[in-house]
């Protein structure tokens, strides 16, 4: 039994140390190139008999920004972005950094389950992810306003899940 577990352990170790050299790596130094110089035959200039017209370039459009936004919606008591709302938040950012001068405000809203305090807190936690996720896409913090308004102003019956799930929202308005 022992020469049986010596000549075993010999053989893992020849097969390790195999398996070892197989596996190094193996560097191939790249010899330079020379660089061979040619010179340049002269090149004769022959002036144009007929002017060259210069064609005037096109300045570039400058496209107005779109602010149509659509609402981002929240779930039930939850101020995280849903990530169906990131293609949405991603198109608001592209339009909002196209005129810089811009200023927006984002009302967050909630439904009416719970306290009016934790429906406030709520509505501002919204607003500010919103606003988080738009300052991380490159819109300047100080075009955005964050304002709660907690479940003050339903857009829908709060008698219904519908119409609690369209109150949980923020709502993008220009800035005067």
Same mark, same amino acid.
């Given at each position: 039994?022992?020469? @049986?577990?010596?000549? +075993? =352990? &010999?053989?893992?170790? !020849? &097969? =390790?140390? /195999?398996?070892?050299?197989?596996?190094?790596? *193996?560097? !191939? /130094?790249? #010899?330079?190139?020379?660089?061979?110089? #040619?010179?340049?035959?002269?090149?004769?200039?022959?002036?144009?008999?007929?002017? /060259?017209?210069? *064609?005037?370039?096109?300045?570039?459009?400058?496209?107005?920004?779109?602010?149509? +936004?659509?609402?981002? =919606? @929240?779930?039930?008591?939850?101020?995280? &972005?849903?990530?169906?709302? @990131?293609?949405?938040?991603?198109?608001?950012?592209?339009?909002?950094?196209?005129? $810089?001068?811009?200023?927006?405000? $984002?009302? %967050?809203?909630?439904?009416?389950? %719970?306290?009016?305090?934790?429906?406030?807190?709520?509505?501002?936690?919204?607003?500010?992810?919103? *606003?988080?996720?738009?300052?991380?896409?490159?819109?300047?913090?100080?075009?955005?306003? !964050?304002?709660?308004?907690?479940?003050? #102003?339903?857009?829908?019956?709060?008698?219904?899940?519908?119409?609690?799930?369209?109150?949980?929202?923020?709502? @993008? *308005?220009?800035?005067?």
């Amino acid at each position: 039994m022992k020469i @049986f577990r010596t000549s +075993f =352990l &010999l053989a893992a170790i !020849v &097969l =390790l140390a /195999i398996t070892f050299q197989s596996c190094k790596t *193996k560097k !191939v /130094i790249a #010899k330079p190139t020379p660089t061979v110089q #040619k010179e340049a035959a002269p090149v004769e200039e022959k002036t144009p008999s007929v002017p /060259i017209e210069k *064609k005037e370039e096109a300045a570039p459009v400058e496209e107005k920004p779109d602010y149509s +936004f659509t609402n981002v =919606l @929240f779930e039930f008591d939850s101020g995280v &972005l849903k990530t169906g709302s @990131f293609e949405v938040l991603d198109r608001m950012a592209r339009e909002m950094k196209k005129d $810089l001068t811009a200023k927006f405000i $984002l009302n %967050g809203h909630s439904s009416q389950e %719970g306290s009016a305090a934790h429906n406030m807190s709520l509505s501002v936690d919204r607003a500010n992810s919103v *606003k988080s996720y738009l300052i991380n896409a490159g819109v300047p913090a100080a075009n955005l306003t !964050v304002k709660g308004y907690g479940a003050t #102003k339903p857009v829908a019956s709060n008698d219904n899940e519908t119409g609690r799930a369209q109150n949980r929202r923020v709502e @993008f *308005k220009l800035n005067p």
